[in-house]
């Protein structure tokens, strides 16, 4: 039986917790929407929720029983999505930084490449795995809870995305001289690398 409302409660808790706290995807969002405004931020949101929400999909259509029952692949996938969002931080910690304009060329990370950072973010893989273990069932209907809990995941996960690109956004009044902008994106890696890491304890 599909869920009903009040039994999507708890779910709808979970997507809302793990879409707002603090990791890789949501410092990437707040570091970028500080360097070139919300609207820029916008595909990076939506990238980044569609691709989390496919990762449900694909976990819950029986990936995620690969992944279990092979825990050295998944330790694999971890470990290589480790290694490179830490060379990421390492570049934004490095990066030299002019005054913020939003018109100023640079690279971003846009739609695609946030809908690939999912692909190697340890908490959006062990997310899914979470969501498929707790709150789908093994019955004649699991396709249809799957894909109703990633539909689910995904219009939590935008609103929640968005208010971090907002914040970014506000604080641009902040930044207005490159020492300041250096300093953030500083903080910003290091936030990174503290959220990819911890991943490796949980």
């Known amino acids: 039986m599909l869920p009903t409302f009040p039994a999507l409660l708890p779910f709808l808790l979970f997507a809302f917790v793990a879409s707002i706290t603090p990791g890789p995807t949501n410092i990437l969002v707040l570091s970028n929407s500080a360097r070139y405004g919300f609207k820029a931020a916008l595909p990076i949101v939506f990238g980044a929720c569609v691709s989390a929400a496919l990762i449900v999909l694909l976990v819950g259509s029986g990936f995620g029983q690969t ?6 692949v ?3 996938m971890k470990w290589i999505g480790v290694i490179w969002l830490t060379s990421l931080a ?8 002019g ?3 939003a018109a100023t060329p640079g ?3 846009g ?22 273990s707790v709150f789908a069932n093994n019955t004649s209907e699991r396709t249809e ?7 689910v995941f995904l219009l939590v996960s935008l609103p929640c995305l968005s208010a971090w690109a907002a914040l970014g956004a506000g604080s641009t009044r902040l930044l207005r001289s490159p020492g ?9 890696a290091i936030m990174l690398l503290v959220s990819v890491w911890s991943c490796i304890w949980i």
Request: charged share 10%; proline share 7%; net charge positive.
């Open 145 to 151: 809870q799957v894909m109703l809990l990633s539909l």
């Open 107 to 109: 690279r971003r990370l």
């Open 67 to 72: 992944l279990s029952a092979n825990p050295g």
């Open 111 to 132: 739609l695609w490449g946030a809908a690939g950072l999912q692909w190697v973010n340890p908490k959006t893989w062990m997310m899914a795995l979470a969501v498929v």
């Open 99 to 101: 005054p913020i304009n």
């Open 180 to 188: 300041a902008l250096l300093r953030f994106n500083q903080c910003m």
């Open 90 to 97: 390492w570049r934004i910690f490095k990066t030299p930084v």
């Open 74 to 76: 998944q330790q694999a």
